[in-house]
């Protein structure tokens, strides 16, 4: 049975870069990009929005976003971090904040 892959490697230009040409058979082609369709799909769906599934409407916030609502410098922010002032959440390597938390913590400081 022959390779579904067959690499061939060759100089590409005067800079001695090297060029790999990939053959693929045609039913992996297709399987490859079927799954590649996949993967894209599910990017699309949960990685550009960060928001929870559920119907509470809990949408997350940047750290800039909850800076302005309530008038505070980063700095403030990190304390309040610190302290359980307020909650948060790592999405990746970023730090999120609930809105709904924002807003109820305006609420109880009578500032909203």
Known sequence: ????????????NKYKKRMEIITIDSLAFKELTG?????????RKYGTAIKEEDNSGKEYLTSAEVCEMLHISSRTLQRMRDAKV???????????????????????????
């Open 1 to 12: 049975m022959p390779d579904k892959f067959l690499c061939r490697t060759f100089a590409a």
């Open 35 to 43: 799954q590649i369709r996949e993967i894209a799909a599910y990017v």
């Open 86 to 112: 307020i909650g948060f959440t790592f999405v990746g390597n970023a730090c999120r904040f609930r809105r709904s938390d924002i807003e109820k913590y305006l609420k109880e400081r009578g500032t909203t």
